[in-house]
């Protein structure tokens, strides 16, 4: 059975881009694709972050995209036409009004916003995210660079949306490879290219009908936290692929 699948973003930013992509590239049908358009607050919160996490010259890099780089001229088309819709918020009535009207199954989510209950609870079977790292034993922010600082090897979880941060039911589980070993802009795209490919697959299954949420109950659970750019260029320079293992 074919799903009724909506899609949750950013207008500004690589990750969303590369998702559409992606999901487009693997026959994915989006009945429906909202976008925010950060305002000043929104995006120099975001550039303080990126700042303290990334370094100048990446955070510079993306304010040039986001100044400069169209998704595509669609996606920023302000006259709402074909199934793409821009809003100021995706928490807000608008956007809710929109996922209530599209009847959808499946939200996909590709933002680094909080997602209240309002929204990822409206689709008949909830809001999907792909959260780069192990869950329930890497949450959080950092986690990544958490597991290969702990020395394993990174990973890719699809779950479904709660109101906690990364705790939701989990639909699958995956370690990435060595393409995505580093800390660079090509490793951010291949991070962000896997994470899509996981949507691709919990698609699948989901529409299948043979899926069967992972029990994680013996699992430990821990939150990792967001690491500054030296601290992420110490962990690279130690780290030994050949001594990395994977969690299973």
Avoid at 4 to 19: H, P, Q, V, Y
Avoid at 37 to 64: A, C, E
Avoid at 128 to 141: D, V
Wanted: net charge positive; proline share 2%.
């Amino acid at each position: 059975m074919a799903l009724k699948i909506g899609f949750l973003g950013m207008s500004d930013n690589r990750a969303t881009e590369l998702m559409l992509s992606k999901l487009s590239e693997k026959g994915i049908d989006l009945r429906i694709i909202i976008l925010q358009k950060p305002n000043l607050r929104t995006s120099w919160r975001r550039f303080k972050s990126k700042l303290k996490s990334s370094g100048i010259f990446s955070t510079m890099s993306r304010v040039i995209y986001a100044l400069t780089k169209k998704l595509d001229q669609n996606l920023l088309d302000k006259k709402e036409s074909n199934n793409i819709f821009l809003v100021s918020s995706l928490n807000n009535d608008r956007s809710k009004e929109l996922i209530l009207n599209s009847e959808l199954d499946l939200l996909l989510l590709c933002t680094d916003q909080m997602i209240s209950r309002r929204i990822f609870s409206i689709p008949k079977l909830g809001t999907l995210n792909a959260h780069p790292g192990w869950i329930p034993t890497y949450r959080g922010l950092g986690s990544l660079d958490s597991m290969i600082s702990d020395g394993y090897y990174p990973a890719i979880s699809v779950h479904f949306v709660d109101e906690g941060v990364d705790t939701g039911q989990l639909v699958m589980r995956e370690t990435l490879d060595s393409s995505c070993l580093g800390d660079s802009e090509e490793v951010e795209k291949n991070v962000h290219e896997w994470q899509a490919n996981m949507f691709v697959k919990s698609i699948k299954l989901l529409e299948s009908g043979n899926y069967e949420e992972i029990d994680t109950f013996f699992e430990r659970s821990s939150m990792t936290r967001g690491f500054t750019k030296r601290q992420r260029k110490k962990i690279y320079s130690l780290y030994n692929e050949e001594d990395l293992i994977k969690l299973n």
